[in-house]
């Protein structure tokens, strides 16, 4: 996991995570679905993802639904 200092873009990421039903869990660079938390199939604990394949997933998911 990257510090949030060692994130590039961080303020922006994030504020594109949470805009997208994303939240950080546990650490800056820890990313899950918020809508995770209500599903009991998941573990939230071990379900996060790094900011940037959170980023990066959200991003292809808007492109391909021609959100962006």
């Not at 594109?16 to 199939?41: C, Q």
Request: glycine share 2%.
């Amino acid at each position: 996991m990257k510090n949030k200092e060692d994130i590039e873009n961080y303020e922006e990421k994030s504020k594109f995570l949470n805009d997208n039903g994303w939240v950080s869990l546990w650490h800056p660079d820890n990313w899950i679905k918020e809508e995770w938390y209500n599903d009991p199939s998941i573990n939230v604990d071990r379900a996060g993802i790094s900011m940037d394949q959170a980023y990066n997933n959200c991003k292809e998911i808007r492109k391909l639904l021609n959100l962006d």
